[in-house]
T-cell receptor
Framework: DTGVSQNPRHKITKRGQNVTFRCDPI?????LYWYRQTLGQGPEFLTY????????KSRLLSDRFSAERPKGSFSTLEIQRTEQGDSAMYLC??????????????FGSGTRLTVV | DQQVKQNSPSLSVQEGRISILNCDYT??????FLWYKKYPAEGPTFLIS?????DKNEDGRFTVFLNKSAKHLSLHIVPSQPGDSAVYFC?????????????FGKGTLLTVNP
């Protein structure tokens, strides 16, 4: 297993366009998370899946954002009608339930989104 | 409202000396605290954690100290090496129904000079 994989690494899009990011977690991990990091800030929680069920969505996740994890494997994060304020690094992480403290999350390298 | 605070944006130390990275928190319900290291263009990497019922945890060159009454924790790196140069994030894990969600500080950029 090569860790958490995120694609694309970089995405530049025009304001108003839709974008979709993909995350492939570590295969045996049953929890998957999306975080967003803007310049000078730490990562902020967006949403969380346990297997295929989306169990929590942050208030940061407006109606333009949707995340899915079909079949409890990879996940996608879609942003519709992008705005300049959506420009950020989008981080995906995975973990094995209840081993977050001993093992930590495993983060991917992120997708850097720039909205122009 | 910033529940996890890292008040020093940057820290510079000489190779071989001790690096001390500080973190304060406001929510007494946090159960665990974790430290992550982040290199440019990479995701954060887990370093070490500590339970709220402990006051110290050590792993090789890394030691985390927790002062629960002061709501303060610190990460000590001894001896510091140039490869330790990175952004260090303090993060807290909630309790009960939020025991999966990390709350991060803004990070401290550590530079270890040869």
């Amino acid at each position: 297993d090569t860790g958490v994989s995120q694609n694309p690494r970089h995405k530049i899009t025009k304001r108003g366009q839709n974008v979709t990011f993909r995350c492939d977690p570590i295969s045996e991990h049953n929890r998957l998370y999306w975080y967003r990091q803007t310049l000078g800030q730490g990562p902020e929680f967006l949403t969380y899946f346990q297997n295929e069920a989306q169990l929590e969505k942050s208030r940061l996740l407006s109606d333009r954002f949707s995340a899915e994890r079909p079949k409890g494997s990879f996940s996608t994060l879609e942003i519709q009608r992008t705005e300049q304020g959506d420009s950020a690094m989008y981080l995906c992480a995975s973990s094995f339930a209840n081993r977050e403290v001993s093992d930590g999350y495993t983060f991917g390298s992120g997708t850097r989104l720039t909205v122009v | 409202d910033q529940q996890v605070k890292q008040n020093s944006p940057s820290l510079s130390v000489q190779e071989g000396r001790i690096s001390i990275l500080n973190c304060d928190y406001t929510n007494s319900m946090f159960d665990y605290f974790l430290w992550y290291k982040k290199y440019p263009a990479e995701g954060p990497t887990f370093l070490i954690s500590i339970s709220s019922i402990k006051d110290k945890n050590e792993d090789g060159r890394f030691t985390v100290f927790l002062n629960k009454s002061a709501k303060h924790l610190s990460l000590h790196i001894v001896p510091s090496q140039p490869g330790d140069s990175a952004v260090y994030f303090c993060a807290a894990l909630g309790s009960g129904g939020s025991n999966y969600k990390l709350t991060f500080g803004k990070g401290t950029l550590l530079t270890v000079n040869p």
